[in-house]
């Protein structure tokens, strides 16, 4: 069992010091549907060398845990949109406190995607009312008193890993563990989560990670479909869908 690389990646201050090819996403137009049923199934990909994006006008920043607080509650507001009806019909249950923990956990990770400026973002994506606009300038003051750089720049999109053991029981590898990508859904289907997969494996690979990995719920096709099929990723040996009732 190693952890000299997990020790080493989790030491770092910013893991985008040597990919800032990475800075900046180029939004492809237009988007697709894709529905169906399943359960979890867990994959990962063997790294090999990171894809690379254009400029665009979303920008990714790396941070660590903890986040700031209002940034924080929204990814936690990203997270439930996306994801919350998902959890609530399956055997796992909506716990937002454990969502919050794994949020707030030392080791946590991320990469957080930001749009033009609030002001700008809100009149252009989305019909919201004044509390929300509110809440978007609180945000905004409280990112500036805290020394953040996203200034006026709306949340897109973030995703959360850590660097690990790929099995709490027999541990043989060192992985980038990818917890999640959520994306607003004015940003979905067009390039922001093939550019994140894509920095996260530029990162496992700088570090000498031998896997990336995650875990999908296996009813959530249009994930299954990205990773699969899009990303080449591959079902892993230790996946709950290889045993009975997984």
């Not at 069992?1 to 010091?17: G, H, K, Q």
């Not at 492809?28 to 254009?54: I, M, V, Y």
């Not at 750089?149 to 709490?168: I, K, N, P, Q, S």
């Not at 959520?182 to 997969?197: A, E, N, P, T, W």
């Amino acid at each position: 069992e190693t952890r000299d690389n997990i020790v080493a990646a989790n030491a770092a201050t910013n893991l985008l010091e040597e990919i800032e090819c990475f800075s900046t996403i180029q939004i492809k137009q237009g988007r697709k549907k894709f529905d169906g049923t399943g359960k979890n199934t867990r994959c990962n990909k063997q790294l090999s060398s990171p894809d690379a994006s254009e400029n665009s006008q979303l920008q990714i920043d790396f941070c660590r845990s903890p986040l700031p607080k209002l940034l924080f509650e929204e990814c936690i507001d990203l997270f439930e949109r996306n994801m919350g009806l998902m959890y609530e019909n399956s055997s796992w249950g909506l716990n937002l406190k454990e969502k919050k923990d794994e949020i707030n956990h030392k080791d946590a990770r991320f990469l957080i995607v930001t749009g033009p400026p609030c002001d700008e973002t809100i009149k252009e994506f989305a019909q919201i009312d004044e509390q929300v606009v509110s809440d978007k300038a609180a945000m905004t003051k409280d990112l500036n008193q805290q020394g953040d750089t996203y200034g006026r720049r709306c949340l897109v999109a973030f995703a959360h890993f850590r660097f690990e053991l790929d099995d709490e029981e027999f541990p043989t590898d060192e992985v980038l563990y990818l917890y999640e990508i959520q994306i607003d859904k004015d940003f979905q289907r067009c390039g922001v989560g093939h550019s994140l997969v894509s920095m996260m494996e530029a990162i496992a690979i700088k570090y000498e990670m031998k896997k990336v990995m995650l875990t999908v719920f296996k009813s959530n096709n249009l994930a299954m479909n990205f990773y699969l099929n899009k990303m080449d990723y591959i079902i892993d040996d230790c996946s709950p869908s290889n045993y009975e009732d997984g």
